[in-house]
């Protein structure tokens, strides 16, 4: 896990960056195109190497081994011969642009396979086979002749590209899809199903009349009472909520789980959608919403087709476009373990199945692809720490994330309360005994990490700060001086 460089950093390099000697132009031309591919299937040294994480302690724990971005690595006893592991540090990926980013798209396609493999990620059946449909995809475009890619006025047009979104952006302010709404707050409204869960008790969902309007869902039983202006069965804030997919598409099942800020920590709550277009536009509402972005943002059609794209991608055909007999295919390196004992020799044939809905796509959309699709997973981009809470006994976990830092439960991973970055003053750590302090609008938090040094916590939350702070400009250098403030302490 070496030194953060700002391709580790996640930003974008630019080819032209005359502050940077060595930019990723280079990097994917003249100085080793091979980096843009990997190979197949690793070696057995380097499979025997990987991690498994079977609970979400061990998940935690992989992070002890991050290297220190503040000292070189030969101070932290790294010596020349010895093997380090590359990975992306902060999920938060920039500018993936295919004319000149191949190599940064294989790093992250490669990262988010081996979670995946590796179950340090969950995912559906439905979605495991997406991704093991995908693999086969890059596997066999590998081999193929791809189109070239002319890069030279990459950087102009890519600006220019920018710039006219942006100005778009600024002009229509959001998305209406006809002149009648131009006056009125978008608003969406459908029967949807809901249910407050409570433990040791069986409910079933009971039907409402759902209306989304100014980061709020309200519920009325019926949709005359709603038009009448009678008192809602439920009403719930959306802003700071934790958005969860509970999909299930062989069952036909689209659901939306919320857990919702309260005194007592995480209420949860769960929506239940009739189709597939039904669900995609609530939980692109709740969504937004939760990050304090409403339906007239001009995101939301955007956060629409995605939702829809992912899910379309989950649809097997009925007969695989390729014969199971023609390829060999390992299904180890195409699916997680707990996979490859439910399914057993159906693997082959329901991958292929899969396959027929990404068989046109070329190499570089394929990993494109796989990489939005982990994106998309719910537990994408959460950083896990063993912590302490001043004044608590038990162990808990601790979630970083790119905007918020989440408290959960050590064994099911359940959201007990969640603090997003847009809300934080500050955050120090008393280095004499190893305590960390976030300060928040609404509250401070103190707590001490178990299962690493709480530099690396520390790291993590001001590399995030940092990473927000790029602007959208595509020649912007690295500010290292910052970058060390935020991350280390500095004065």
Aim: hydrophobic share 40%.
């Amino acid at each position: 896990m070496n030194n953060q460089s700002y391709g580790e950093m996640n930003g974008s390099y630019s080819p032209y960056n005359v502050n940077n000697s060595l930019t990723l132009e280079m990097l994917n031309g003249s100085l080793d195109s091979s980096l843009a591919n990997s190979p197949s299937q690793p070696s057995p040294e380097a499979r025997n190497k990987l991690l498994r994480p079977r609970t979400l302690v061990e998940r935690a724990r992989i992070n002890v081994a991050w290297l220190d971005s503040s000292l070189s690595i030969m101070e932290q006893g790294v010596r020349e011969y010895d093997t380090l592991c590359l990975r992306f540090k902060f999920y938060s990926f920039y500018d993936l642009n295919p004319k000149y980013d191949s190599v940064r798209i294989n790093q992250i396609y490669e990262q988010a396979k081996w979670q995946l493999l590796n179950e340090e990620i969950d995912c559906t059946e439905e979605e495991m086979l997406m991704f093991a449909a995908l693999q086969v995809q890059v596997t066999l475009q590998a081999g193929v002749p791809q189109p070239i890619m002319d890069s030279s006025n990459t950087i102009v047009e890519d600006d220019i590209d920018a710039a006219l979104t942006d100005l778009q952006v600024t002009l229509e302010g959001s998305h209406i899809s006809s002149s009648s709404d131009i006056m009125q707050i978008p608003e969406l409204f459908d029967y949807l199903r809901f249910i407050k869960p409570k433990r040791f008790t069986l409910k079933a969902f009971k039907r409402y009349w759902f209306t989304c309007r100014d980061l709020h869902l309200t519920l009325y039983k019926t949709r005359e009472e709603a038009t009448q202006g009678a008192e809602p069965a439920h009403h719930i804030n959306l802003r700071g909520c934790e958005v969860t997919p509970d999909v299930n598409i062989a069952q036909s099942k689209y659901g939306i789980k919320l857990e919702v800020p309260s005194a007592e920590g995480m209420t949860e709550m769960m929506i239940r959608c009739d189709t597939e277009e039904q669900y995609a536009k609530w939980m692109a509402a709740c969504r937004l919403a939760a990050k304090g972005r409403s339906l007239a943002d001009s995101s939301y059609e955007t956060e629409v087709k995605s939702i829809v794209a992912f899910l379309q991608m989950q649809h097997p055909a009925l007969t695989p476009a390729i014969s199971p007999s023609s390829l060999n295919i390992n299904p180890d390196d195409y699916v997680a373990p707990r996979f490859l004992r439910k399914l057993k020799g159906k693997l082959v044939q329901r991958i292929l199945e899969a396959h027929t809905n990404v068989k046109d796509l070329p190499l570089v959309d394929a990993k494109l692809s796989y990489i939005k699709a982990w994106q998309s997973l719910p537990e994408y981009g959460i950083s896990l720490f063993i912590v302490k809470f001043m004044g608590h006994k038990k162990e808990e976990l601790l979630g970083v994330a790119f905007n918020r830092l989440m408290r959960m439960d050590i064994n099911t991973g359940d959201h007990i309360k969640t603090w997003r970055y847009n809300t934080m003053k500050a955050w120090n750590v008393n280095w004499e005994v190893k305590h960390m302090m976030v300060q928040f609008e609404e509250a401070n938090i103190i707590f001490s990490c178990l299962s690493a040094d709480c530099k690396v916590i520390h790291e993590f939350i001001g590399g995030y700060i940092f990473l927000s702070m790029r602007s959208k400009e595509a020649n912007q250098t690295l500010n290292e001086e910052l970058f060390h403030k935020l991350t280390g302490g500095w004065s």
